[in-house]
Protein backbone atom coordinates (compact mmCIF):
# COMPACT_ATOMS: atom_id res chain seq x y z
CA UNK A 1 0.00 0.00 0.00
CA UNK A 2 1.43 3.38 -0.92
CA UNK A 3 0.58 6.75 1.19
CA UNK A 4 0.08 9.80 -0.65
CA UNK A 5 1.30 12.27 1.01
CA UNK A 6 1.77 15.68 -0.40
CA UNK A 7 3.55 18.69 1.42
CA UNK A 8 1.65 20.93 3.96
CA UNK A 9 2.62 23.33 1.93
CA UNK A 10 1.39 21.90 -1.73
CA UNK A 11 -2.08 21.25 0.46
CA UNK A 12 -1.69 24.76 1.74
CA UNK A 13 -1.56 26.40 -2.12
CA UNK A 14 -4.07 24.44 -3.72
CA UNK A 15 -6.67 25.05 -0.48
CA UNK A 16 -5.52 29.10 -1.06
CA UNK A 17 -4.20 29.84 -4.11
CA UNK A 18 -1.62 32.11 -5.24
CA UNK A 19 -3.64 34.81 -6.55
CA UNK A 20 -4.15 37.66 -4.33
CA UNK A 21 -7.63 38.09 -4.95
CA UNK A 22 -8.21 34.43 -4.04
CA UNK A 23 -6.10 34.77 -0.92
CA UNK A 24 -8.22 37.51 0.07
CA UNK A 25 -11.71 35.84 -0.55
CA UNK A 26 -10.23 32.77 1.89
CA UNK A 27 -10.05 35.49 4.71
CA UNK A 28 -13.97 35.65 4.01
CA UNK A 29 -14.54 32.75 6.22
CA UNK A 30 -15.14 32.46 9.86
CA UNK A 31 -11.82 32.19 11.64
CA UNK A 32 -13.62 28.39 12.98
CA UNK A 33 -14.04 27.58 9.03
CA UNK A 34 -10.66 28.48 8.53
CA UNK A 35 -8.93 26.62 11.75
CA UNK A 36 -11.39 23.58 10.40
CA UNK A 37 -10.36 23.68 6.65
CA UNK A 38 -6.49 24.52 7.05
CA UNK A 39 -5.55 22.12 10.19
CA UNK A 40 -7.48 19.02 8.38
CA UNK A 41 -3.81 19.86 6.24
CA UNK A 42 -1.92 19.10 8.39
CA UNK A 43 -0.09 15.30 8.62
CA UNK A 44 -1.56 13.32 10.87
CA UNK A 45 -4.85 15.22 11.84
CA UNK A 46 -7.90 13.32 13.25
CA UNK A 47 -10.42 14.65 10.05
CA UNK A 48 -8.53 14.60 6.87
CA UNK A 49 -6.84 11.68 5.92
CA UNK A 50 -4.32 11.23 3.17
CA UNK A 51 -5.39 9.22 0.24
CA UNK A 52 -3.83 5.47 -0.02
CA UNK A 53 -3.21 3.42 -3.44
CA UNK A 54 -4.06 -0.37 -2.58
CA UNK A 55 -2.83 -1.62 -6.50
CA UNK A 56 -1.81 -0.67 -9.69
CA UNK A 57 -5.32 -0.61 -10.53
CA UNK A 58 -6.71 1.84 -8.41
CA UNK A 59 -7.68 4.89 -10.41
CA UNK A 60 -4.76 7.11 -9.64
CA UNK A 61 -1.98 4.72 -10.89
CA UNK A 62 -4.26 4.22 -13.80
CA UNK A 63 -5.41 7.65 -15.49
CA UNK A 64 -2.08 10.03 -14.48
CA UNK A 65 -3.38 13.03 -14.45
CA UNK A 66 -2.58 16.86 -13.32
CA UNK A 67 -4.33 17.02 -9.64
CA UNK A 68 -6.96 20.38 -9.94
CA UNK A 69 -6.48 22.56 -7.17
CA UNK A 70 -9.00 25.30 -6.07
CA UNK A 71 -7.45 28.03 -8.29
CA UNK A 72 -7.67 25.85 -11.49
CA UNK A 73 -11.51 24.81 -10.62
CA UNK A 74 -12.25 28.48 -9.84
CA UNK A 75 -10.98 30.48 -13.21
CA UNK A 76 -12.01 27.18 -15.76
CA UNK A 77 -14.04 29.07 -17.79
CA UNK A 78 -16.29 26.15 -18.91
CA UNK A 79 -17.33 25.77 -15.44
CA UNK A 80 -21.25 25.65 -14.58
CA UNK A 81 -22.13 27.13 -11.40
CA UNK A 82 -25.97 27.64 -10.08
CA UNK A 83 -27.29 30.90 -10.45
CA UNK A 84 -30.65 32.55 -9.25
CA UNK A 85 -32.64 31.20 -12.37
CA UNK A 86 -30.87 27.31 -12.29
CA UNK A 87 -30.59 27.04 -9.00
CA UNK A 88 -32.34 23.21 -8.93
CA UNK A 89 -31.41 19.76 -9.15
CA UNK A 90 -33.39 17.00 -10.70
CA UNK A 91 -33.19 13.65 -10.15
CA UNK A 92 -35.27 11.13 -12.81
CA UNK A 93 -36.01 7.82 -11.67
CA UNK A 94 -35.32 5.58 -14.61
CA UNK A 95 -37.27 2.00 -14.54
CA UNK A 96 -38.30 0.50 -11.12
CA UNK A 97 -36.28 0.88 -7.47
CA UNK A 98 -35.99 -2.05 -5.35
CA UNK A 99 -38.57 -4.81 -4.17
CA UNK A 100 -42.09 -3.25 -3.51
CA UNK A 101 -43.19 0.61 -4.33
CA UNK A 102 -43.45 1.87 -0.79
CA UNK A 103 -39.49 1.03 -0.33
CA UNK A 104 -38.13 2.17 -3.50
CA UNK A 105 -40.54 5.36 -3.05
CA UNK A 106 -38.26 6.27 0.02
CA UNK A 107 -35.24 4.78 -1.28
CA UNK A 108 -35.20 7.72 -3.79
CA UNK A 109 -36.55 10.44 -0.84
CA UNK A 110 -33.56 9.65 1.23
CA UNK A 111 -31.47 10.22 -2.17
CA UNK A 112 -32.82 13.15 -3.09
CA UNK A 113 -32.97 14.94 0.71
CA UNK A 114 -29.12 13.68 0.81
CA UNK A 115 -28.42 15.65 -2.46
CA UNK A 116 -30.35 18.47 -0.58
CA UNK A 117 -28.02 18.42 2.54
CA UNK A 118 -24.93 17.93 0.59
CA UNK A 119 -25.28 20.67 -1.88
CA UNK A 120 -26.58 22.99 0.65
CA UNK A 121 -28.56 25.91 -0.55
CA UNK A 122 -29.77 24.24 -3.78
CA UNK A 123 -33.43 22.99 -4.12
CA UNK A 124 -33.21 19.18 -5.13
CA UNK A 125 -36.61 17.83 -6.96
CA UNK A 126 -37.49 13.97 -8.19
CA UNK A 127 -39.03 14.03 -11.65
CA UNK A 128 -42.09 11.39 -11.90
CA UNK A 129 -40.37 8.40 -12.00
CA UNK A 130 -40.67 7.11 -15.74
CA UNK A 131 -40.44 3.32 -17.19
CA UNK A 132 -37.76 2.16 -19.39
CA UNK A 133 -40.34 2.00 -22.39
CA UNK A 134 -40.93 5.67 -22.17
CA UNK A 135 -37.21 6.50 -22.20
CA UNK A 136 -37.44 4.34 -25.73
CA UNK A 137 -33.73 3.86 -25.52
CA UNK A 138 -31.72 0.87 -26.95
CA UNK A 139 -30.82 -2.30 -24.74
CA UNK A 140 -29.17 -5.37 -24.86
CA UNK A 141 -27.78 -8.41 -22.95
CA UNK A 142 -24.27 -8.38 -21.36
CA UNK A 143 -22.46 -10.84 -23.05
CA UNK A 144 -20.21 -11.83 -20.05
CA UNK A 145 -22.32 -10.84 -17.26
CA UNK A 146 -25.97 -12.13 -18.88
CA UNK A 147 -28.30 -9.13 -17.46
CA UNK A 148 -29.73 -6.27 -19.15
CA UNK A 149 -28.30 -2.93 -19.82
CA UNK A 150 -29.52 0.07 -21.58
CA UNK A 151 -28.00 2.54 -23.94
CA UNK A 152 -26.65 5.23 -21.46
CA UNK A 153 -25.82 8.29 -24.34
CA UNK A 154 -30.02 7.27 -25.02
CA UNK A 155 -31.00 7.99 -22.00
CA UNK A 156 -28.75 11.30 -22.04
CA UNK A 157 -31.07 12.55 -25.28
CA UNK A 158 -34.25 11.37 -23.53
CA UNK A 159 -32.93 13.78 -20.30
CA UNK A 160 -32.16 16.46 -22.47
CA UNK A 161 -35.73 16.89 -23.00
CA UNK A 162 -37.09 16.33 -19.87
CA UNK A 163 -34.39 19.00 -18.36
CA UNK A 164 -37.07 21.81 -16.77
CA UNK A 165 -36.00 25.75 -17.55
CA UNK A 166 -34.41 26.49 -14.01
CA UNK A 167 -32.90 23.33 -13.51
CA UNK A 168 -29.00 23.44 -12.78
CA UNK A 169 -28.52 19.89 -13.97
CA UNK A 170 -31.05 17.17 -14.33
CA UNK A 171 -29.33 13.01 -13.40
CA UNK A 172 -31.07 9.97 -14.26
CA UNK A 173 -30.48 7.26 -11.88
CA UNK A 174 -31.37 3.62 -12.97
CA UNK A 175 -31.21 -0.02 -10.91
CA UNK A 176 -30.27 -1.27 -14.24
CA UNK A 177 -26.61 -2.03 -15.96
CA UNK A 178 -25.80 0.89 -18.67
CA UNK A 179 -23.11 0.37 -22.05
CA UNK A 180 -22.37 3.92 -23.67
CA UNK A 181 -21.36 1.11 -27.27
CA UNK A 182 -21.84 -2.19 -28.39
CA UNK A 183 -17.99 -2.17 -27.76
CA UNK A 184 -18.04 -1.08 -24.58
CA UNK A 185 -18.56 -4.04 -21.54
CA UNK A 186 -20.47 -1.80 -19.54
CA UNK A 187 -20.12 2.20 -17.62
CA UNK A 188 -21.10 2.88 -14.51
CA UNK A 189 -22.31 6.38 -15.84
CA UNK A 190 -22.15 8.96 -18.94
CA UNK A 191 -22.42 12.95 -18.27
CA UNK A 192 -22.36 15.70 -20.12
CA UNK A 193 -20.81 18.68 -17.78
CA UNK A 194 -21.33 21.88 -19.93
CA UNK A 195 -25.51 20.83 -20.71
CA UNK A 196 -26.03 19.44 -16.81
CA UNK A 197 -26.73 16.32 -17.69
CA UNK A 198 -25.88 12.83 -16.18
CA UNK A 199 -27.35 9.43 -16.02
CA UNK A 200 -26.21 6.66 -13.30
CA UNK A 201 -26.35 3.33 -12.71
CA UNK A 202 -26.59 1.85 -9.17
CA UNK A 203 -26.89 -2.16 -10.56
CA UNK A 204 -22.84 -3.08 -9.60
CA UNK A 205 -23.46 -1.89 -6.32
CA UNK A 206 -25.24 -5.05 -5.25
CA UNK A 207 -23.30 -7.17 -3.34
CA UNK A 208 -24.07 -10.48 -5.32
CA UNK A 209 -24.07 -8.41 -8.83
CA UNK A 210 -20.32 -10.22 -9.76
CA UNK A 211 -21.80 -13.50 -8.59
CA UNK A 212 -22.88 -16.61 -11.05
CA UNK A 213 -25.99 -16.84 -8.79
CA UNK A 214 -26.68 -12.80 -9.57
CA UNK A 215 -30.55 -12.71 -10.06
CA UNK A 216 -30.17 -10.05 -12.42
CA UNK A 217 -28.45 -12.53 -14.75
CA UNK A 218 -31.35 -14.03 -17.22
CA UNK A 219 -31.18 -17.56 -16.78
CA UNK A 220 -31.65 -18.32 -20.83
CA UNK A 221 -30.94 -16.86 -23.50
CA UNK A 222 -33.83 -14.75 -24.86
CA UNK A 223 -34.67 -13.39 -28.33
CA UNK A 224 -34.65 -9.55 -27.18
CA UNK A 225 -36.82 -7.26 -30.04
CA UNK A 226 -35.63 -3.45 -29.99
CA UNK A 227 -38.98 -1.41 -28.96
CA UNK A 228 -40.67 -4.59 -26.85
CA UNK A 229 -39.62 -3.31 -23.43
CA UNK A 230 -41.45 -6.70 -21.98
CA UNK A 231 -38.77 -7.89 -20.85
CA UNK A 232 -38.12 -5.48 -18.15
CA UNK A 233 -41.43 -5.60 -16.35
CA UNK A 234 -40.33 -7.20 -13.05
CA UNK A 235 -36.90 -7.37 -13.98
CA UNK A 236 -34.47 -7.87 -10.95
CA UNK A 237 -33.53 -4.70 -8.87
CA UNK A 238 -31.23 -4.86 -5.98
CA UNK A 239 -32.54 -5.00 -2.30
CA UNK A 240 -32.07 -2.07 -0.71
CA UNK A 241 -29.55 -1.98 2.27
CA UNK A 242 -27.64 0.26 4.19
CA UNK A 243 -24.37 -0.37 2.25
CA UNK A 244 -26.29 0.34 -1.45
CA UNK A 245 -27.57 3.63 -0.02
CA UNK A 246 -24.39 4.75 1.26
CA UNK A 247 -23.28 3.81 -2.24
CA UNK A 248 -25.82 5.50 -3.65
CA UNK A 249 -25.38 9.03 -1.87
CA UNK A 250 -21.30 8.76 -2.34
CA UNK A 251 -22.20 7.63 -6.40
CA UNK A 252 -24.94 10.93 -7.00
CA UNK A 253 -22.67 13.35 -5.04
CA UNK A 254 -19.26 12.94 -6.45
CA UNK A 255 -21.19 12.84 -10.26
CA UNK A 256 -22.86 15.65 -9.46
CA UNK A 257 -19.65 17.10 -7.66
CA UNK A 258 -18.65 17.02 -11.76
CA UNK A 259 -21.38 18.95 -12.81
CA UNK A 260 -19.79 21.66 -10.95
CA UNK A 261 -16.45 21.41 -12.59
CA UNK A 262 -15.08 19.10 -9.91
CA UNK A 263 -12.61 17.41 -11.30
CA UNK A 264 -11.14 13.76 -9.68
CA UNK A 265 -9.38 14.74 -5.62
CA UNK A 266 -6.10 13.83 -6.08
CA UNK A 267 -4.96 15.65 -2.66
CA UNK A 268 -6.49 14.06 0.78
CA UNK A 269 -9.38 10.71 0.96
CA UNK A 270 -12.54 12.62 -0.38
CA UNK A 271 -15.65 11.84 -2.10
CA UNK A 272 -14.60 13.50 -5.00
CA UNK A 273 -11.55 10.60 -5.36
CA UNK A 274 -11.48 8.66 -8.80
CA UNK A 275 -12.53 4.68 -8.37
CA UNK A 276 -11.95 2.37 -10.48
CA UNK A 277 -13.72 -0.26 -8.88
CA UNK A 278 -16.02 -1.33 -6.00
CA UNK A 279 -13.38 -1.80 -3.46
CA UNK A 280 -11.97 1.55 -4.49
CA UNK A 281 -15.53 2.92 -4.57
CA UNK A 282 -16.25 1.51 -1.01
CA UNK A 283 -12.38 2.77 0.76
CA UNK A 284 -13.66 6.41 -0.24
CA UNK A 285 -15.06 8.36 2.05
CA UNK A 286 -18.53 10.10 1.95
CA UNK A 287 -17.02 13.55 2.73
CA UNK A 288 -15.25 16.17 0.62
CA UNK A 289 -11.49 16.82 1.17
CA UNK A 290 -10.47 20.78 2.89
CA UNK A 291 -9.90 21.91 -0.92
CA UNK A 292 -12.83 20.44 -2.81
CA UNK A 293 -14.99 21.65 0.16
CA UNK A 294 -13.96 25.18 -0.58
CA UNK A 295 -14.20 24.44 -4.38
CA UNK A 296 -17.95 23.34 -3.82
CA UNK A 297 -18.87 26.49 -1.01
CA UNK A 298 -17.18 29.10 -3.86
CA UNK A 299 -19.71 27.45 -6.47
CA UNK A 300 -22.67 27.46 -3.84
CA UNK A 301 -22.19 30.18 -0.72
CA UNK A 302 -23.26 27.82 2.47
CA UNK A 303 -21.95 28.35 6.09
CA UNK A 304 -19.84 24.91 6.38
CA UNK A 305 -21.88 24.63 9.15
CA UNK A 306 -25.13 24.85 8.33
CA UNK A 307 -24.32 21.99 5.82
CA UNK A 308 -22.66 19.64 8.40
CA UNK A 309 -25.79 20.09 10.47
CA UNK A 310 -28.01 19.10 7.29
CA UNK A 311 -25.90 15.84 6.64
CA UNK A 312 -25.98 15.15 10.60
CA UNK A 313 -30.38 15.67 10.55
CA UNK A 314 -30.12 13.31 7.69
CA UNK A 315 -28.52 10.44 9.43
CA UNK A 316 -30.22 10.89 12.12
CA UNK A 317 -33.63 11.71 11.20
CA UNK A 318 -35.32 8.67 10.49
CA UNK A 319 -32.77 6.28 11.45
CA UNK A 320 -34.71 5.10 14.60
CA UNK A 321 -38.50 5.95 13.85
CA UNK A 322 -40.09 2.19 14.15
CA UNK A 323 -41.66 2.53 11.17
CA UNK A 324 -41.61 -0.46 8.50
CA UNK A 325 -39.06 1.30 6.34
CA UNK A 326 -36.98 3.30 8.87
CA UNK A 327 -33.83 4.43 6.74
CA UNK A 328 -30.79 2.26 6.85
CA UNK A 329 -28.34 4.84 8.22
CA UNK A 330 -25.93 2.21 10.27
CA UNK A 331 -23.39 2.17 7.57
CA UNK A 332 -23.45 5.84 8.03
CA UNK A 333 -22.91 5.86 11.72
CA UNK A 334 -18.95 6.67 11.55
CA UNK A 335 -19.64 10.19 9.54
CA UNK A 336 -21.86 11.06 11.92
CA UNK A 337 -19.27 11.30 14.99
CA UNK A 338 -17.53 12.68 12.04
CA UNK A 339 -19.49 15.41 11.59
CA UNK A 340 -19.89 16.19 15.20
CA UNK A 341 -16.58 16.19 15.72
CA UNK A 342 -16.09 19.36 12.76
CA UNK A 343 -19.12 20.84 14.74
CA UNK A 344 -17.50 20.77 17.89
CA UNK A 345 -14.51 23.07 15.91
CA UNK A 346 -16.71 24.97 14.17
CA UNK A 347 -18.98 25.92 17.13
CA UNK A 348 -16.11 26.24 20.10
CA UNK A 349 -14.73 29.77 17.96
CA UNK A 350 -16.55 32.84 17.30
CA UNK A 351 -15.38 34.32 14.31
ZN1 LIG B 1 -15.65 10.66 -11.19
ZN1 LIG C 1 -11.00 16.50 -2.41
Not at 84 to 102: C, D, K, L, P
Not at 152 to 175: H, W, Y
Not at 204 to 228: A, M, P, V, W
Request: glycine residues 6%.
Amino acid sequence: MQVIQHPVERLHTALLSIRKDLIKTFQKFSRAEKILLENGLLPGNSLFSPITIHSDSDWIPAHPEDPQDFQSFYINPYRRSPNRGHNTIYIQTIGSFGEGAVVAEQYVEWLKDYCQAFFYGLVVKLLPPVTVASTACSFRVNNNTHNLQLHAGELLNFLKQRKPSDAFCIVGITMIDLYPKESWNFVFGQASLTKGMGVFSFARYDDHFYERSYTGRLKKKIELKQGDYSVFENYYTPPITSILLLRSCKTLTHEIGHIFGMEHCQWLNCVMQGSNHLQESDRRTLVLCPICLRKLQSAIGFKIADRYKALVHWIEDGADSNGQHSKPTQAFQEYKDWFYKCLRILESETS
